[in-house]
């Protein structure tokens, strides 16, 4: 029971959502289906982690101080850390916005600032998955640019383990878990299917 304990415990760790994109970044820079605009990919990597990856997660770091290694913001710091993440990752979007060409990463910003923004509400008023939601949106949105794929069915498979992670150490309930699933993986399919 310990050393699976101890697996959800990493599986938490792993897949923070700041860590996930990440990986969304790193696939979309150099295996995007469109063009990245006049942004070299490198650049456009860079702004990613910036402000979708390093950013958010020293703003964790930092508000979940003193919470264990499960990086729990309290309750009380939601709200505040929802906020921070959310101007960090309008930011990135609007250096994406400003190179008219960089569709593919304008979108991203755009999904990532309208999940955030969605969550926020949600919390006030009942806990819900940022973990699932952030593992989930990414999934959603590799496979409805790749379809199944390298890149879409490790994320799915990732999905389950974040699930089964949190549920594990009692982080969220299944209902918890699923809405962030539901909700990430919704937003993302509609504003994927309106942009392309």
């Given at each position: ?11 938490t ?7 996930v ?34 950013l ?12 264990g290694t ?16 959310l ?7 609007s ?22 923004g ?29 379809g ?31 809405g ?17």
């Amino acid at each position: 029971m310990l050393k699976l304990s101890l697996l959800a415990k990493a599986i938490t760790v792993i897949f923070l959502p700041p860590l996930v994109s990440l990986w969304l970044f790193i696939i979309f820079a150099f295996f995007s289906p469109f063009e990245h605009g006049t942004l070299p990919p490198l650049y456009s990597l860079f702004v990613g982690i910036t402000f979708f990856t390093v950013l958010p997660l020293l703003t964790l770091i930092l508000l979940a101080r003193g919470h264990g290694t499960s990086f729990t913001v309290p309750r009380s710091s939601r709200f505040p850390s929802y906020l921070i993440v959310l101007c960090e990752y309008a930011i990135g979007t609007s250096i994406f916005y400003l190179d008219k060409n960089a569709t593919i990463f304008f979108v991203i910003g755009i999904i990532y600032i309208t999940i955030i923004g969605i969550l926020m509400i949600i919390n006030s008023v009942w806990k819900i998955s940022v973990h699932s939601a952030g593992i989930s949106g990414p999934a959603t949105f590799c496979f409805y640019m790749f379809g199944i794929s390298i890149w879409t069915f490790p994320l799915i498979v990732f999905i389950v383990l974040v699930i089964w992670a949190r549920f594990h150490i009692q982080a969220h309930t299944l209902s918890q878990l699923f809405g962030g699933t539901l909700i990430a993986s919704i937003i993302t399919l509609i504003i994927a299917y309106l942009s392309f």
